[in-house]
Nanobody, 113 residues
């Protein structure tokens, strides 16, 4: 059984930074591309970023230049470094194994002064 556990969320002021982690465990059956999504209150879940097994990345336009996705394959962990945070980045952030139904439980990020 695959389990994804996110951590690193919290309350930060506008312009601040946070680093999210997503640790994968269980029968992953190989290294897969990993994604981050987020869901703000009253809104649909939206895609944020993806990283392939080889390290190729892509980002939503809303976070490009501010967020960086990375991974440590030896630790089965993917990260999301979030800089220059804005109030509109406030959401629950989820990681997902690409093209599967495996999601983490989410971690809350709140950007507010």
């Amino acid at each position: 059984q695959v389990q994804l556990v996110e951590s690193g969320g919290g309350l930060v002021q506008p312009g601040g930074s946070l680093r999210l982690s997503c640790a994968a465990s269980g029968s992953i059956g190989g290294i897969n591309p990993m994604e981050w999504y987020r869901q703000a209150p009253g809104k649909q879940r939206e895609w944020v970023a993806i990283i392939t097994t080889g390290g190729t990345t892509n980002y939503a336009n809303s976070v490009k230049g501010r967020f960086t996705i990375s991974r440590d394959n030896a630790k089965n962990t993917v990260y999301l470094q979030m800089n220059t945070l804005k109030p509109e980045d406030t959401a629950v952030y989820y990681c997902r194994i690409f093209s599967t139904g495996y999601w983490g439980q989410g971690t809350q990020v709140t950007v507010s002064s």
